[in-house]
């Protein structure tokens, strides 16, 4: 095993020496595949911030996107526009639904109780899905095709620009939302402490219902935008997996941060991968993340939590 | 009673009586026969990964339907009880214990995932029981060479030689890389690869690129491609789901390398979500085209039109290659059985032995069993071409590549 | 009272002789094959146990146990198929070792904890599988390790000698984790669970009893593995990942993830059961269990055995409030 990194760093580090340009090439959609993480990342962290819950169906909520638009666009017959939308209405409807009937009332009970839950969902509506559209790859509509956006010279989709654009507005979106708004401020501070917003007058369980719908919005903009990326099949809720990994590295309460940290993660496999070696790529990868890790304890932007004693 | 406490009772009690009654579901889909029947167990990757390939789980099916319809093997119903082990080698292992000890079926077969007949084939031949594998490439599975695991599909090893002397005979390539993705399939064929390729003196290998099984990003591996240059890039166990990805990705990075593909590539999927991309690429396949009316490919047909109209797919591309392989599996057990005339199970061990070309109503036009015995005929390769045409080639006995059926996909 | 009291423990020792007499008994009861399901259960039991002391005792969240798993099995297999050691030593020494490549992964606990830690964890656990399938010329990578037939004195280690030889060894880590629940150890891990700052004020040396929880947790899980890995006879790298780890999480939490043996020893065994008697239909079988799960989280908190203390309470409150059953069986 060893003089197989050792053969393939060699040959690498001439790559590396030799041709620039193909780094730039290599960091870009390396930037292209992290957005995609950071979206999950995102929607994971909405939901981690306002209740501190590990959504384990968090992948499957984008795959549920990804098969909706191909149920309105392919099997309705619905414009690409309007297939999306309902889309990603249905899933704030089907999140928000979940959240209302299973998780809410655990939440003061026990944490680690709740994963369950979501682990017991994200195996149900992985059935379900499999029930109706079947184990194979879905042909999945070209969303783009009468909007391509390619910027020449750089190697990325149209897909994958626009979703770094829709990743974009969402960023300032939220940071518009949060700071401005009464929503909000009001969803802030249920973050921070739950007990004190109820007692100011603040709706908890509505805000809870609104921080796992606009989950659900950005899991299933996710999974449509990723479906480019990778294939629409019913295990495709892996992408939650690497989202729960970009939300953690970047700092487990910060929006932002979750996109950072997708970013970081998706660059990371690609240079691993490209300049050391492709079978230890994840492993590479891991090891710096330990190390990020160690370094900045709660994570990139994550502020650290001040425990009080 | 909170409105949320209500609805939680509500949901538990459905789901409580859920839980009591699905599981005696299936019993009272039994009815009783005459005859004893037959057991034979069927391992699939049914669910979760590798689930194109658990298809052949139903060809099976049909196949038990239509014996059982016409009589049975000698007499006998069969009683196909098909296992899930959701490509999971351990859960493989779990089935072979339940099909020998639990279910005692009398012979069992199945495996779609290299890595659980790898599993699964070492506890068949402790227990004495035959078991033939249905849809696995990886010469590891029967090699070494175990007296009751046979293997039916051709093998990794005999995929490699042909598609390196396709690649020699159409690009005359001077360097070569492998595009492999991780598990046992993937490896075999690399393997298979790199230990062929000494015969082909003028190729070098430039590199043997790895991806995992559940893979969310390529571009690295295309971009990586794309710097070594190589003349023709091999790809090794790349299933549906890899391969639509990554020839997106190698059109928006501009990477058109000339490919020359194993088996899992070849798939109508495949080629209807990326049409142009694979436009010059030859694929190995399995199963071949069905527009021409020759003798292999009538049977084709009527197995697509058997297979749609007994499980009335959705997605209208089904069936793919792998039903072919359970349908076949059965059949030929029931060619053995009938050989043999009777159930005893060291005796079509031994028929099993001496066969060397099945022309059965399968659809792989000759069986290989055991490494020694394998050859190359059933091994058929797919010519893409632009417009949507593709042809099949299928090697005639002195070795040439002869064109037998020329058909527009879409 | 008294006599109350002594039927009471009349009862409970009845039911225990029940229990063992089924478990010392079941291969001849219910056959090889079901003997063989609560051999994995028994495995897994391991591993939900070394969970179940590092999550529910010291409250340290790791996603890492798949990997304790692994090393576990691979490193006796290993020793078995390359040095010839016999079973029973190897399935040790498979657990020390992984309870060695645990414990630095306490250090690392001081500083991250919770959800980074389970990222750190996770990575680690991921890591080892790429390892397990890389080095191929150790571990045969993807093709897997194939274990050969072992033996423990005369005996062949399968059917019935596999599974009295992994009945002592479970009963007796479990008995061993029993006394390290009610030791200062246990103890200790609690009070790190409860209040870190706290404990480390009372002169809990946290880093000596974090990279504890994590090497015993680990030595467990290995010890879970090797075992797993002599019944299976044959392991791969994706048998270990995290997925395994979501497997015991569940297990634990069904059980109780306050209750250490119990929890996870009930756990275990449903959850490696309930797919056996889920039926024929076989896409059904993942349905089943997601709404098994969901029925537990929906009605059981605490698990299977917080929900049966719950119900024992409110037995017992409601006989209370009953006025003339009060005078019959009153407490005196």
Redesign the interface.
């Known amino acids: 095993?060893v003089e197989?990194i050792i053969s393939?760093t060699r040959?690498s580090i001439i790559?590396f020496l030799s041709?620039m340009p193909?780094l730039f090439?290599?960091i870009i959609?390396?930037i292209?595949?992290g957005v995609?993480?950071g979206l999950v990342g995102l929607a994971f962290v909405l939901i981690?911030k306002a209740t501190n819950v590990?959504n384990?169906f968090q992948g499957d909520t984008c795959a549920f996107g990804a098969y909706l638009t191909v149920f309105f666009a392919a099997q309705l017959h619905l414009n690409l526009p309007l297939a999306v939308g309902l889309s990603i209405l249905s899933a704030i409807a089907l999140t928000v639904f979940l959240e209302?009937?299973?998780l809410?009332?655990?939440y003061k009970?026990?944490i680690?109780?709740?994963?369950?839950?979501t682990?017991?969902?994200?195996?149900?509506m992985?059935?379900?899905i499999?029930?109706y559209?079947?184990?194979?790859?879905?042909?999945f509509p070209d969303l783009f095709k009468d909007i391509p956006l390619k910027i020449p010279g750089i190697?990325?989709?149209s897909a994958?620009v626009w979703m770094m654009i829709l990743a974009t507005l969402s960023i300032s979106g939220f940071a518009i939302f949060f700071k401005y708004t009464r929503w909000g401020t009001a969803l802030r501070a249920c973050c921070q402490d739950r007990s004190s917003a109820s007692l100011m007058g603040i709706n908890v369980g509505a805000m809870m219902s609104l921080a796992w719908g606009l989950s659900g919005a950005i899991g299933s903009i996710a999974g449509i935008a990723g479906a480019?990326?990778?294939?629409v099949?019913?295990?495709m809720g892996?992408?939650g997996?690497?989202g729960?990994?970009a939300s953690?590295?970047g700092g487990?309460n910060s929006i932002p941060g979750a996109l950072l940290g997708g970013v970081i993660l998706?660059v990371l496999?690609?240079?691993s991968?490209?300049y050391i070696s492709?079978?230890?790529?994840?492993?590479i990868a891991?090891?710096i993340?330990?190390f990020m890790?160690?370094v900045r304890?709660?994570?990139l932007l994550g502020k650290p939590?001040v425990?009080k004693? | 009673m909170r409105k949320s406490n209500k609805l939680r009772v509500v949901i538990g009690g459905l789901i409580a009586s859920l839980l009591v009654t699905v599981p005696f579901l299936g019993d009272f889909a039994k009815e009783a026969t005459g005859a004893e029947p037959v057991k034979i167990g069927f391992h699939a990757s049914v669910t979760r990964i590798a689930v194109e390939m658990g298809q052949a789980a139903l060809g099976a099916q049909l196949a038990t339907e239509e014996i059982n319809a016409a009589g049975g093997i000698l007499g006998r119903p069969i009683d196909l009880i098909i296992y899930d082990d959701q490509c999971t080698p351990s859960l493989a292992a779990a089935a072979a214990h339940k099909m020998i000890e639990k279910d005692k079926v009398f012979i069992a077969t199945g495996g779609t995932c290299s890595g659980c007949s790898i599993a699964a084939g070492p506890i068949f031949n402790e227990a004495k029981m035959p078991y033939f594998a249905a849809a696995v490439l990886s010469p590891v599975v029967s090699v070494p060479l175990k007296k009751y695991v046979f293997q039916m599909p051709f093998t990794s090893e005999a995929q490699a030689p042909v598609l390196l002397d396709f690649a020699r005979k159409t690009h005359a390539p001077k360097t070569l890389a492998i595009l492999q993705r991780g598990g046992a399939y993937g490896k075999s064929v690399s393997d298979a690869f790199i230990k062929y390729l000494p015969g082909y003196p003028e190729m070098r290998l430039l590199e043997v690129l790895e991806y995992p099984e559940i893979a969310t990003d390529f571009s690295s591996h295309l971009l990586k491609l794309k710097a070594l240059n190589p003349d023709v890039v091999l790809t090794a166990g790349t299933m549906v789901a890899d391969g639509i990805p990554i020839f997106r990705r190698a059109e928006e990075l501009n990477y058109r390398p000339k490919w020359v593909c194993d088996l899992g590539i070849s798939d109508d999927h495949v080629r209807q979500a990326v049409k142009k991309s694979m436009d010059g690429i030859y694929c190995a396949w399995g199963m071949a085209g069905c527009n021409v009316d020759t003798t292999t490919n009538k049977r084709i047909a009527d197995f697509r039109m058997k297979y749609k109209e007994r499980f009335k797919p959705k997605d209208p591309m089904e069936p793919s290659q792998t039903p072919g392989w359970g349908y076949n599996a059965i059949y030929f057990i029931k060619f053995l059985i009938e050989k043999v005339g009777k159930f005893d199970q060291e005796k079509i061990v031994a028929e099993a032995e001496r066969v060397t070309d099945w022309t059965g109503p399968g659809l792989m036009v000759s069986a290989t069993f055991t490494l020694e015995k394998h050859y190359h005929l059933n091994l058929f390769v797919k010519h893409y071409l632009p417009d949507g045409w593709e042809e099949t080639l299928e090697r005639t006995k002195e070795g040439d590549w002869k064109v037998i059926d020329k058909a527009k996909r879409y | 009272m008294l006599k109350r009291m002594s039927t009471n423990k009349w009862k409970v020792g009845v039911l225990v002789l029940f229990v063992a007499f089924i478990i010392i008994f079941y291969p001849k009861i219910f056959g090889w094959y079901w003997a063989f399901v609560l051999v994995l259960a028994g495995c897994y039991f391991l591993g939900a146990l070394g969970y179940n002391i590092l999550l529910g005792l010291a409250g340290q969240v790791s996603f890492g146990q798949a990997a304790f798993f692994g090393i576990g099995a691979y490193t006796s297999s290993l020793l078995i198929l390359l040095l010839d050691f016999p079973a029973w030593a190897s399935v040790f020494l498979g657990g020390l070792f992984a309870g060695i490549i645990a414990y630095p992964i306490g250090i690392p606990a001081l500083k991250i904890s919770g959800h980074y830690l389970a990222l750190v964890t996770l990575a680690f656990s991921e890591g080892f599988v790429v390892i397990f399938h890389e080095w191929v010329s150790l571990t045969e990578g993807p093709y897997g390790l194939k274990v050969p037939l072992t033996t423990f004195g005369p005996w062949d280690l399968k059917t019935e000698a596999l599974y009295y030889f992994v009945l002592v060894i479970v009963g007796i880590l479990a008995f061993t984790a029993y006394n390290i629940d009610r030791s200062c150890i246990g103890r200790a891990f609690k009070a790190i669970r409860d209040g870190e700052v706290a404990a480390s004020s009372l002169g809990i040396n946290l880093m000596n009893y974090k990279t504890m929880a994590f090497a015993i947790s680990g030595f467990y899980s290995g010890v879970g593995g090797a075992l797993l890995a002599l019944a299976t006879r044959c392991i791969m790298p994706w048998d270990f990942d995290f997925r395994l780890t979501i497997a015991l999480l569940t297990m634990v939490v069904v059980g109780g993830l306050r209750s250490t043996i119990a929890g996870s020893a009930l756990g275990a065994v449903l959850l490696t059961f309930f797919p056996e008697w889920t039926g024929k239909l076989l896409e059904i079988k993942e349905l089943m269990y997601g709404l098994l799960l969901l029925f537990c989280f929906l009605f059981l908190r605490g698990g299977i055995v917080g929900g049966l203390a719950r119900a024992k309470d409110k037995i017992g409150a409601r006989k209370q409030l009953r006025p003339f059953s009060g005078i019959r069986h009153g407490n005196a």
Not at chain 1, 112 to 117: A, L, T
Not at chain 1, 133 to 139: D, E, R, S, Y
Not at chain 1, 278 to 283: E, G, H
């Open positions: 095993m197989k393939s040959l790559c041709d193909i090439d290599v959609t390396g292209g595949a995609l993480y981690l590990v384990f209302f009937v299973g809410r009332p655990l009970v026990s680690i109780q709740v994963v369950i839950g682990v017991a969902i994200s195996m149900i992985r059935y379900l499999r029930l559209w079947g184990p194979q790859v879905v042909p190697p990325l989709g994958t480019h990326m990778i294939s099949y019913p295990e892996i992408i997996l690497k729960f990994v953690i590295l487990a998706g496999e690609n240079l991968g490209f492709f079978a230890f790529r994840d492993l891991f090891i993340m330990i890790l160690i304890p709660s994570g939590v425990r004693v």
